[in-house]
């Protein structure tokens, strides 16, 4: 026996430095895996320092030149005008922005209250076939129950001997009559049932905008981007602005002190104004009804209008009178208007 327990103990040890092997192995294919996924990351991050590196310095290039800029004389009060003038580009995107979106909520509200609407008409009419279907199998069962009542007070008229012939098929009727009774009652309560099901359906929930509704107020959003145009296109200070949203600080020399506070006075006057901009609602429509006559769209789908059909402002005064002038509020993209529109 001891002799056999030799023979087998070097191959279980060969069993076991095989597995170690194994495990080795496996190992080894873990760590590279391991090392792959952390040299992928190295990678990465230094890829990230890279731009971080490369943001640094375009960042440090534009605060050395305008720190160079504001040092001369010649271009210290153009700095000013430029920032000013970017300010008020970027309030007018903002007010166009918040226009856009509560005209976009408004017509959502607005189409889904008639989706709503509509919903709840059709479920009233539903209900109301139900309910009717209801009262008539109650009506029914009233039917039965009076007929089960009058055969009942029938056979308790009886005397003995008609009594002993007619009462078997009285009975085989009453018996009928439950039986017609109990179907009418459990449709009645299947009925109920459909009607709590059909009090309980949850409304609709909303639906995107059909494209005649998203073209109306891609009108109306190109119409008060027209309004805040002609607000202030007075010394060209909307095209000055567009500019400099567009441009880099340094790119325009606006002139001497005088000339350069001249433009911050009129560009702060017109700010302090801005929020009568959105006060002449009825303009608005009328301006976005012209839009619409003159708009041409690419496909039949389409619902932002080609630049080149609407690139006509239109000024309305207070008496109505309408003064065209040709200036391509979308095509030029003037306060970011093109970000707005729906699609």
């Not at 459909?194 to 009090?199: G, T």
């Not at 995107?208 to 891609?218: M, Q, V």
């Not at 006509?312 to 979308?330: A, P, Q, W």
Request: hydrophobic share 40%.
């Amino acid at each position: 026996m001891t002799n056999l327990t030799g023979l087998f103990k070097p191959e279980a040890d060969d069993l076991r430095d095989k597995d170690k092997l194994v495990d080795l192995f496996r190992n080894r294919s873990e760590l590279k895996k391991e090392f792959a996924t952390m040299r992928d990351e190295k990678y990465k991050l230094q890829d990230r320092i890279k731009q971080h590196q490369g943001e640094t310095a375009r960042l440090q290039q534009q605060f050395d030149h305008l720190e160079n800029l504001l040092s001369d004389r010649e271009w210290t009060h153009s700095v000013v005008v430029f920032y000013q003038l970017r300010w008020l580009s970027a309030k007018c995107s903002e007010k166009l922005a918040k226009f856009a979106e509560q005209l976009k909520q408004q017509r959502e509200r607005r189409a889904h209250g008639h989706l709503l609407a509509e919903w709840k008409e059709l479920r009233g009419d539903q209900a109301a076939a139900v309910e009717a279907k209801i009262a008539e199998q109650r009506l029914n069962f009233q039917l039965f129950d009076d007929r089960l009542q009058a055969l009942r007070n029938k056979i308790m008229a009886m005397n003995g001997f008609v009594k002993l012939f007619r009462k078997r098929s009285i009975e085989k009727e009453m018996k009928q009559i439950i039986a017609h009774s109990e179907l009418v009652r459990t449709k009645e309560n299947e009925l109920q049932v459909e009607l709590r099901e059909m009090e309980n359906v949850d409304p609709p929930d909303p639906e995107g905008l059909d494209i005649a509704s998203k073209r109306k107020i891609n009108f109306m959003i190109l119409s008060f981007a027209q309004q805040l145009y002609l607000h202030f296109e007075d010394y060209g200070l909307a095209a000055m602005a567009k500019e400099s949203a567009e441009r880099s600080v340094g790119a325009v020399n606006y002139g001497s002190k005088y000339e350069c506070d001249e433009i911050v006075e009129r560009i702060t006057k017109r700010l302090d104004s801005m929020d009568s901009v959105s006060t002449f609602v009825d303009v608005l429509h009328k301006r976005a009804k012209l839009i619409e006559g003159n708009a041409m769209f690419k496909n039949d789908d389409d619902v932002v209008p080609a630049p080149g059909s609407v690139a006509t402002v239109y000024s309305i005064n207070t008496n109505g009178l309408v003064r065209e002038k040709d200036v391509s509020i979308l095509g030029d993209n003037y306060f970011a208007v093109a970000n707005e529109l729906s699609r």
